[in-house]
């Protein structure tokens, strides 16, 4: 969902209509694709790997990836520069996608309808590696993490880093294409040139010793007199989108950052607020190159708060969040891609299905999952919601509970048609305690005792609560750990933890069968709780936390999860 300069969660500026999909029905395996995902989606990951770094091969990773849900769309903005999403929401998998369009092409059949649409803007992808490219270049700008430096001296170093990179990039690609034009020929001049010391280590450490060595060493053919005149980096930018226009060509930087940020260090903090301005004045002086950035939304807080002009830097910001109906949906299209590879006389059942219309993917899942599943009340429940409830609504997350119940229920049955309510319940059994440990990893730079905390204020604990017995709780179990470990950390700052992470969520609203609670897991602003707040604590955390349920046996489920029941039952 959009988000204004001010940060606020603006409604969607982008919709399913910015283009057209066909679903792939009726599209046959070759046997060299099928051999191919074979190595992907196997017996023990019937959905396929959880992250999209482990799939290398462009054909497959487009032939898993389904792009019929709002969220690619959202990435589809060519306006687009930063996109904010938590960890295991999806962000490698969709920017990842600009590497294999044509291959979507041939599976989807996609119609751009809107000029905003960035779909098929780009035919020079460069991505910026986190734990390579991106680490040596932040260590690099920031320099002496105890000198202040102002931030545009910081914008100028990222600047200097990351346009060289990727014009040795651009010089590398272009060559091995065998597109040369005088343009390129002297922008590897502008490489050629006399270097510092610290220039040279720079490129060294950012390129690596392979690429610095093929641009150091390739021939550069021209006159003498070109060779007379410097290049700064502003006439080597002219050259690469001269370059690229000469061979109409488009090309784009993607920055996938990473999940775990140390926002307690402040020049950190400062030279990626820089970063986020470079990208947004670079992206609006031209449009032949772009710079698309990922960051986790975890640390959005933080990220605005060191930003020096938050009015200008955050502006093209979209936030990655999935609907229930999506989440089953990119996992329907996996299984039924698997079903085709391990069991294909069912497969062909289900070809026709149009996983595009939600109804129809309800339809779809219904064929496996028991009618009903009984929850730890021993109350019936939909076993679908019962799965969405157990999660914060990420992709990762849902795909891990689903493989889990796939896998224990072919051991049961011998096949993959129909899912055992023992497999159902140990699988969540089996997820809770991953799914809760990941949350509070992806957490862990901004709150690091939030485990020592909270096991001892939820222990025995009721899931529905009040604020006043929370904070009577704190202060009986959690201020004298928060004393030991951390004396700043009072309850302010615990109620807000709780929150921002998805802990604990506003309101009980009370139903015939659950507890309704508003989380704010996906929110990059969540709303403060205190005095007078009805609260309740989060299904992934009851179990890990060693909650004591609650007196009227109902279970706790979101109200995004909730409002999935509505559209059934309407």
């Not at 019936?380 to 229920?409: A, G």
């Not at 089996?430 to 990941?438: G, K, L, M, Q």
């Not at 928060?482 to 969520?505: C, K, N, W, Y």
Request: glycine share 4%.
């Amino acid at each position: 969902m959009p988000i204004s300069a001010q940060g606020r969660v603006l409604s969607p500026r982008v919709t399913p209509s910015i283009w057209s999909l066909s679903a792939p029905l009726g599209v046959t395996l070759s046997k060299s694709l099928a051999d191919r995902l074979r190595q992907y989606l196997t017996p023990e990951l019937p959905l396929g790997p959880y992250d999209a770094a482990d799939i290398t091969d462009l054909e497959v990773a487009a032939r898993l990836f389904d792009p019929h849900n709002k969220s690619f769309n959202t990435l589809l903005r060519r306006d687009l520069s930063v996109l904010i999403g938590r960890r295991g929401s999806g962000k490698t998998a969709l920017l990842n996608s600009y590497s294999y369009r044509l291959h979507l092409d041939k599976y989807f059949k996609p119609t751009v309808k809107s000029a905003a649409s960035d779909y098929r803007s780009y035919d020079i992808v460069i991505p910026i590696e986190t734990y390579k490219e991106f680490d040596q270049m932040q260590k690099l700008v920031v320099r002496d993490a105890n000198v202040f430096r102002p931030v545009e001296a910081i914008v100028d170093d990222w600047a200097t880093v990351v346009m060289d990179y990727f014009f040795a990039m651009l010089v590398d690609k272009e060559l091995g294409a065998k597109r040369r034009t005088k343009s390129l020929e002297r922008l590897q001049f502008y490489l050629h040139q006399d270097e510092d010391d610290y220039q040279r280590r720079a490129r060294e450490i950012v390129w690596g010793v392979s690429l610095f060595e093929r641009i150091k060493h390739a021939v550069w053919h021209s006159s003498d007199e070109a060779l007379e005149q410097r290049l700064n980096r502003e006439d080597a930018l002219a050259l690469a989108v001269a370059h690229l226009k000469a061979v109409d060509k488009r090309a784009l930087m993607i920055f996938d950052s990473m999940d775990q940020y140390d926002i307690r260090t402040e020049a950190f903090n400062r030279t990626l607020a820089a970063l986020i301005r470079f990208i947004s004045k670079f992206n609006a002086r031209q449009d032949q190159i772009r710079i698309k950035l990922v960051l986790p939304s975890e640390i959005y807080p933080e990220i605005s708060r060191a930003s020096a002009n938050p009015l200008k830097d955050l502006v093209n910001v979209d936030q990655l969040s999935w609907a229930p109906t999506e989440l089953q949906q990119i996992a329907a299209h996996r299984y039924r891609l698997f079903l085709e590879l391990y069991d294909s006389d069912f497969a062909i059942e289900l070809n026709d299905l149009d996983l595009n219309k939600s109804n129809i993917v309800r339809s779809f899942w219904s064929r496996f999952f028991p009618e009903t599943h009984h929850n730890g009340y021993g109350a019936p429940e939909d076993p679908m919601i019962y799965v969405l409830r157990h999660t914060q609504l990420l992709p990762r997350q849902f795909l891990l509970i689903l493989q889990e119940i796939i896998i224990r229920s072919h051991r049961m049955t011998g096949g993959y048609r129909k899912f055992e309510t023992k497999a159902v319940t140990g699988a969540i059994d089996d997820a809770e305690s991953t799914i809760a440990r990941e949350i509070l990893s992806a957490f862990s730079h901004i709150y690091p005792i939030a485990e020592e905390l909270c096991t001892p204020v939820f222990a025995n604990f009721p899931t529905v609560f009040s604020f006043e017995q929370l904070e009577d709780k704190w202060r009986k179990k959690g201020r004298p750990v928060a004393q030991a470990l951390s004396p700043e950390f009072d309850t302010p700052q615990f109620a807000e933890m709780l929150v921002r992470m998805g802990i604990v969520g506003i309101g009980h609203d009370e139903t015939d069968r659950y507890y309704e609670g508003e989380f704010a897991y996906d929110s990059l602003h969540p709303t403060n709780i205190g005095e007078g707040h009805d609260l309740c604590l989060h299904p992934i955390f009851s179990k890990q936390f060693n909650a004591a349920g609650n007196a009227r046996k109902k279970a706790i489920i979101p109200k995004r999860v909730a409002r999935r029941i509505q559209e059934d039952e309407n």
